[in-house]
């Protein structure tokens, strides 16, 4: 945490979007990442690069379609000459030196990188994904942390207290998410329950740009936001943002993305799971500030925890 201090206060969500021209959202800026390159000693493991198919081997480069929003899972550092900082980063820069692969990265929004897969334009997508049992159906996911959804409002609004952790405590409120999320996903899907209850629907507002539901919360537009669990406590740990982390309300396991039947996946797995053994893994998590986050082994395609 000491090194989450030295970070900038930045806007919402780990699963927010990049411009598409690859400029970083508004408020996604920030001064310089903590010290320290957990990754700097990472080398080629043989017996884990011959997991990946011959003509990946031959090439040695694999195309990323990467989602740059907020810390501690990937953003833009001041001073960096754009060159993205986070969690996210440094894992997929570790299992690429595994694998012994350069990755060609592309900043793309969060919404278009899952598509983009089924289409061939990348042959991996980065951006905090949560496994769900609908992605499952188009996409393969190789884990490397577990994070989840949370809610957050503004320090000293009244409308929530405590955690949430039943929807009908939303009714009647204006909830803010980042598009393409599988926040918007359960909020959509679970939107009918306030009139079960008999009570006024929430509504729910929807931004294509991270900064942009943090501004919408400050300025009294939203009440209340629906994030990740470590977007929302770092930024709650920020005293600018001004915002109350109201806890976890569903863990989610989260992965590299690839298109459904990739032979990428074996591969992957293996050199997350040398990442665990080795201790870098570890060292990385510590430096972000996300070690609650840990997973003791990568899987492929893990169904949905309930």
């Known amino acids: 945490m000491a090194a989450l201090a030295l970070l900038p206060l930045l806007a919402l969500t ?27 000693g990472v080398r080629k493991v043989d ?63 969060f919404e278009t990188i899952l598509p983009a897969l089924a289409s061939g334009k990348y042959d991996v997508g980065t951006g905090n994904f949560g496994v769900t049992t609908e992605r499952l159906k188009t996409i393969d996911f190789v884990t490397y942390v577990n994070d989840g959804q949370g809610f957050a409002v503004r320090k000293g609004d009244a409308a929530l207290g405590g ?25 959509t899907a679970r939107k009918g329950i306030c009139a079960e209850a008999g009570r006024k629907p929430y509504e729910v507002k929807v931004y294509s740009e991270n900064g942009a539901i943090l501004t919408a919360l400050q300025q009294g537009r939203v009440d209340v936001v629906m994030s990740t669990i470590n977007g929302l406590r770092y930024q709650a740990s920020q005293p600018a943002a001004r915002t109350v982390f109201l806890g976890e309300y569903h863990r989610l ?24 053994e080795d201790g870098t893994y570890a060292r990385i998590l510590k430096k972000w500030g996300t070690t609650d986050s840990a997973i003791d082994a990568s899987k492929i395609n893990p169904p949905e925890h309930r």
Not at 14 to 40: I, K, L, N, Y
Not at 88 to 101: H, M, N
Not at 255 to 267: D, H
Request: aromatic share 4%.
């Open 47 to 109: 017996s884990v690069a011959a997991l990946l198919p011959p003509d990946v081997r031959k090439a040695g480069t694999l195309r990323v379609g990467s989602s740059i929003g907020t810390p501690p899972g990937a953003y833009y550092p001041d001073g960096a000459d754009k060159a993205p900082a986070g969690q996210d980063i440094d894992l997929a820069d570790a299992v690429a030196k595994v694998l012994g692969v350069r990755l060609e990265r592309q900043d793309a929004s």
């Open 163 to 187: 955690k949430v952790t039943d929807l009908t405590r939303l009714c009647g409120l204006t909830i803010g998410t980042g598009a393409g999320t599988t926040f918007e996903a359960t909020l």
């Open 14 to 40: 780990a699963c927010g979007s990049g411009g598409p021209d690859g400029t970083a959202p508004a408020g996604a800026q920030g001064s310089a990442a903590p010290g320290g390159d957990p990754v700097a």
């Open 253 to 276: 396991d989260v992965g590299f993305a690839f298109k459904k039947g990739s032979p990428l996946t074996p591969a992957f797995r293996a050199a997350v799971d040398r990442l665990i």
